[in-house]
C-alpha cells in the first residue's frame, strides 16, 4: 500500500512563490513515479507535473518554466515548486502515485493508483 501525505499549499498573492511537498511511502520504486495534479472549483482534474525515481519529469505544457517538480530520494519526498503564482492557479492539488506506463503530456487521471488527501493553494490578485 502506498500512502502520500501532502504538506504546504494556503492562500498567496499573485506573483508569490510556493511549494508543496508529498512525502511517500510503501513500494513506488520500479512501479510508480509521484506527480501532482489540481482541480479548480467547477473544472476537471488535470495533470501538473511528475517525476520519475530516476529524475526525468514531465509537465503540463502551459506550466513549463514556472513551476518545477525534483525529489529528495533520501527522504522520499518530492517537491512542487511554483513560482509567479496566478489567480488561475487556485485549485486543490493532489500528490499521486502513477504507472510507469504513463509518459508525457499525456498523462491523465486513469493513469493514478493512489491519490493524496489534497492541499487548497489559493492565490489572490
Known amino acids: 500500500q502506498v500512502q502520500l501525505v501532502e504538506s504546504g499549499g494556503g492562500s498567496v498573492q499573485a506573483g508569490d512563490s510556493g511549494r508543496l511537498s508529498c512525502a511517500v511511502s510503501g513500494p513506488t520504486f520500479g512501479t510508480y513515479m509521484i506527480g501532482w495534479f489540481r482541480q479548480a472549483p467547477g473544472k476537471e482534474r488535470e495533470f501538473v507535473a511528475a517525476?520519475?525515481?530516476?529524475?526525468?519529469?514531465y509537465y503540463k505544457d502551459s506550466l513549463k518554466g514556472r513551476f518545477a517538480i525534483s525529489k529528495d530520494n533520501a527522504k522520499s519526498t518530492m517537491y512542487l515548486q511554483m513560482n509567479s503564482l496566478e489567480p488561475e492557479d487556485t485549485a486543490v492539488y493532489y500528490c499521486?502515485?502513477?504507472?510507469?506506463?504513463?509518459?508525457?503530456?499525456?498523462?491523465?487521471?486513469?493513469?493514478?493508483?493512489?491519490w493524496g488527501q489534497g492541499l487548497q493553494v489559493t492565490v489572490s490578485s
Open positions: 517525476i520519475r525515481w530516476s529524475g526525468r519529469s
Open positions: 499521486a502515485a502513477i504507472y510507469l506506463s504513463a509518459g508525457g503530456t499525456a498523462i491523465g487521471v486513469t493513469d493514478v493508483k493512489y
